[in-house]
């Protein structure tokens, strides 16, 4: 006996004889065809929330795993640059052990450093990094910061007449600005 059967069945005989029915359930009687239509339904509401589930947890998991990745990629992402770094560092290490031993003189000392400052500012260069232009031009608050003013009637006034620390621009965004002297009339 089928189920629609069934429930046509205890419809029929009444309450006092449908030992399945429960106190408030009322029966409803539906064409076969109507009833599996309702099963199909029912099975592709139980698929699409399975697949919701499904795709909710997959994106909670990519969210964790691009979480991962920003924090490593925060972690490792002067890598490069570090190891640029390590190569001046041990270039100055080199310099600074020849001239301890006495077997090189002030002047190869002094072009060893410069080499290295050559090989520093290359890096830089590499990494976006660039001086900004600051002696002779006029002041301009967005790149330099006036750390003294002298009267000096021969030049405009706020003319930078001296870096007192060089400012730089990191992909043309300023990293830190020129600390300069400039004049006033």
Not at 72 to 82: H, Q, R, S, T, Y
Not at 145 to 168: F, T
């Amino acid at each position: 006996m089928s189920n629609m059967e069934e429930q046509k069945n205890n419809h029929k005989n009444g309450p006092e004889h449908g030992h399945n029915q429960k106190k408030d359930e009322k029966l409803v009687n539906l064409k076969e065809e109507e009833y599996l239509a309702l099963q199909d339904e029912v099975k592709k509401g139980k698929d699409a929330l399975d697949k919701m589930l499904r795709n909710q947890a997959d994106l909670e998991n990519t969210r964790k795993r691009l979480e991962r990745e920003k924090q490593d990629f925060v972690k490792f992402a002067n890598e490069g640059l570090i190891l640029d770094l390590l190569n001046v560092l041990d270039d100055l290490e080199r310099t600074v052990d020849l001239a301890e031993s006495g077997k090189e003189d002030l002047t190869a000392f002094v072009k060893g450093v410069e080499m290295i400052l050559a090989h520093l500012y290359e890096m830089l260069k590499n990494h976006g990094v660039k001086p900004i232009e600051a002696e002779g031009k006029i002041f301009d608050p967005n790149f330099h910061e006036a750390l003294m003013q002298v009267e000096n009637q021969d030049l405009p006034e706020h003319m930078i007449i001296e870096v007192l620390q060089k400012g730089y621009l990191i992909h043309g965004r300023v990293l830190r600005t020129a600390k300069v002297k400039v004049s006033k009339k």
